[in-house]
Structures are given as C-alpha cells and as structure tokens.
C-alpha cells in the first residue's frame, strides 16, 4: 500500500509531483501514480508542499503541520552577509542566565536544519547548572592529561617518517602539553574548556546513520545563528567530541543511548565583550570549471 494519495478530483495532472521526485511518483499520460513506502520515501514532505492543488495527502506526515507559506522571509542580502561576519566565537559571558523563552525559540529553530536522507535525529544534551557543566569541563582536561603521552608518541613517529612539513605534524605539535595548561588554568581558577559560560548544548545521534556529522554540525549552526538574532552569541567546543568519544568517564557522565557518539557541543550565553570591528578571512579556494 502507498503512503501518498492523491485526490483525483484536485489533481490536475501538471506532474510537478512526478518532476520532483520520480521514487514515489510516475506520470504518463497525464495520469499520476504513486508508490511510496520505507524504500522510496524519505518523508521530506516536498510532493504535498510543492503541489498547486492540494491534492496530494501522506499518510505517514501530519497534513495538519503544513502551513501556506504567505510571504516569503525577506531578508536583504547585504545585511545577511553582515549578520555572518559579526558572528564570532565568544568566550567571555555575562553570569546570567538565558531567558527560557529564547532558549525555547533558538532550539526550535534547530528542528529546521536540513539532515542528510532527511533522518532528523541530532538529540541536544542542554547543561545550565554550573556544577555540572564544571564536572564535564574537569572530565575534558583529564583526558587531555591522559592523552599527552600518546601525542608525544605520535610526533616521534611523525619526525622518524620525516613528516615535519604536513599539517598532521604541526597540529600534533600544537596539542602537546595542551592538558597541562588546561591544568594550569584550572589550578588558577579558570574554566578553560567552557569559560564559565552559562549553558552548553551537546549534539549527539546514532552513529550508523546518514551522515551523522554533518547533520549534528548543521542544526549547531542553525542554534548558533538563530541565538545571535537574540543577542546571544556561541562558541564551538570541539575539545568536548574528542574526549566524550574516546574517555569512558566522560562518556558515562554524558548519558548517551548506547548507539550514540557526540557529534558536536556548543557553548552559549549573552556575551560580556563585544566585538568592534570584522576581520577578514583567507580566500576561498575555488576551482572554476
Ligand atoms: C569545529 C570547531 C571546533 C572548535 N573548538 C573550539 C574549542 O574547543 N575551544 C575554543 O575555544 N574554540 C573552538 N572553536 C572556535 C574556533 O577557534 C573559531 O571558530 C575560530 O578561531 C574562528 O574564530 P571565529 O569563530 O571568532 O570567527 C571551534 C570551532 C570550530 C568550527
């Protein structure tokens, strides 16, 4: 039985179904068939949005969800561009709360983000009590302690295959003793994985799915831009994936289904210091064909 049908009094055979998406949809003749099911449908929803007549309902999707898209969101491309470049990473944070109600509107709009297969299964992990946010910022500098040796290890071995020019050697470099001064900040009274900062979101998924990764980094991304349209601003924190995949303490702390990695963690707040000026960035590379 397929999920879609379609109302043969609405449907005036334009095919703009069939044109979107020939898994589920033949046409011929100006007559429309349809078979959808876990094979072919992804349940992206695109055959009922895109069809001028309404005549297509899914059975697997509440119809009641759609709504009409009046008028389009009108954003001025100029200013669009703007809104990226401000965007920075921050590290210093008002001791303050964020507001419930944005902190509802930002992880709402996270549901948007565009998942590969259309899977949309990235889980948020969201920490707002210091105490524990502290906890997982101590679990992260232990395995940074831990993990020194094994970098020296590595760069020995990089040197013996004389690799000093490659980027793996020169990041390898850049991560030894990277737990000592962690350790050091720690002792001084800092919180150098978090800064203090008073909510940090942890996204993780099923690991054996589509693109996990890359779905994880776009819903981020999508809270990241989404906060700072509320005057809250965002740090990426991949010091946090490394450790929760690979420190079984940590990964404890964390509490994830046993099928789940971290994919990505972010830190937020309404941020203390506010940036006066844009930088530049280097050139994309591109290759024009
Ligand atoms: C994947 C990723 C991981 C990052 N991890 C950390 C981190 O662990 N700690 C940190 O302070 N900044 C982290 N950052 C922030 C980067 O240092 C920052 O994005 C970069 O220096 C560019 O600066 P900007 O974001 O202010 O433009 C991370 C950024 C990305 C994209």
Same mark, same amino acid.
């Given at each position: 039985?397929?999920?879609?049908?379609?109302?043969?009094?609405?449907?005036?055979?334009?095919?703009?179904?069939?044109?979107?998406?020939?898994?589920?949809?033949?046409?011929?003749?100006?007559?429309?068939?349809?078979?959808?099911?876990?094979?072919?449908?992804?349940?992206?929803?695109?055959?009922?949005?895109?069809?001028?007549?309404?005549?297509?309902?899914?059975?697997?999707?509440?119809?009641?969800?759609?709504?009409?898209?009046?008028?389009?969101?009108?954003?001025?491309?100029?200013?669009?561009?703007?809104?990226?470049?401000?965007?920075?990473?921050?590290?210093?944070?008002?001791?303050?709360?964020?507001?419930?109600?944005?902190?509802? &509107?930002? !992880?709402? /709009?996270?549901?948007?983000? *565009?998942?590969?297969?259309? #899977?949309? $299964?990235?889980? +948020?992990?969201? =920490?707002?009590?210091?105490?524990?946010?502290?906890?997982?910022?101590?679990?992260?500098?232990?395995?940074?302690?831990?993990?020194?040796?094994?970098?020296?290890?590595?760069?020995?071995?990089?040197?013996?295959?004389?690799?000093?020019?490659?980027?793996?050697?020169?990041?390898?470099?850049?991560?030894?003793?990277?737990?000592?001064?962690?350790?050091?900040?720690?002792?001084?009274?800092?919180?150098?994985?978090?800064?203090?900062?008073?909510?940090?979101?942890?996204?993780?998924?099923?690991?054996?799915?589509?693109?996990?990764?890359?779905?994880?980094?776009?819903?981020?991304?999508?809270?990241?831009?989404?906060?700072?349209?509320?005057?809250?601003?965002?740090?990426?924190?991949?010091?946090?994936?490394?450790?929760?995949?690979?420190? &079984?303490? !940590?990964? /404890?702390?964390?509490?994830? *289904?046993?099928?789940?990695? #971290?994919? $990505?963690?972010? +830190?937020?707040? =309404?941020?203390?210091?506010?940036?006066?000026?844009?930088?530049?960035?280097?050139?994309?590379?591109?290759?024009?064909?």
């Amino acid at each position: 039985m397929t999920w879609v049908e379609i109302d043969e009094q609405l449907c005036d055979g334009c095919g703009i179904c069939a044109l979107r998406c020939d898994r589920v949809f033949t046409s011929s003749a100006g007559e429309i068939t349809t078979d959808a099911n876990e094979e072919t449908c992804i349940l992206c929803g695109h055959c009922v949005a895109l069809c001028p007549n309404d005549a297509i309902s899914h059975s697997r999707l509440d119809m009641n969800v759609f709504s009409a898209i009046e008028k389009g969101a009108n954003l001025k491309t100029q200013e669009f561009i703007q809104f990226l470049k401000e965007r920075r990473s921050h590290r210093h944070f008002l001791n303050r709360k964020i507001k419930e109600k944005q902190l509802d &509107m930002i !992880l709402e /709009a996270g549901r948007w983000a *565009p998942t590969g297969s259309n #899977v949309q $299964n990235v889980e +948020i992990i969201v =920490y707002q009590d210091p105490a524990k946010i502290r906890k997982i910022s101590d679990q992260v500098i232990d395995y940074f302690s831990w993990v020194n040796g094994k970098v020296q290890r590595k760069i020995e071995r990089l040197e013996a295959e004389g690799k000093h020019n490659t980027e793996d050697y020169r990041f390898t470099r850049r991560m030894l003793g990277i737990g000592e001064r962690m350790s050091q900040a720690k002792a001084a009274g800092r919180d150098p994985i978090f800064y203090n900062a008073p909510l940090l979101m942890i996204f993780h998924s099923i690991s054996a799915t589509s693109a996990p990764k890359d779905n994880a980094v776009l819903v981020a991304h999508t809270v990241a831009l989404t906060a700072r349209t509320l005057g809250i601003e965002s740090c990426y924190i991949g010091l946090v994936e490394v450790a929760a995949n690979y420190y &079984m303490p !940590l990964k /404890a702390e964390l509490k994830l *289904p046993p099928d789940h990695e #971290v994919f $990505n963690a972010m +830190i937020l707040g =309404y941020p203390e210091l506010e940036f006066l000026k844009t930088v530049d960035r280097k050139p994309i590379h591109i290759r024009w064909e």
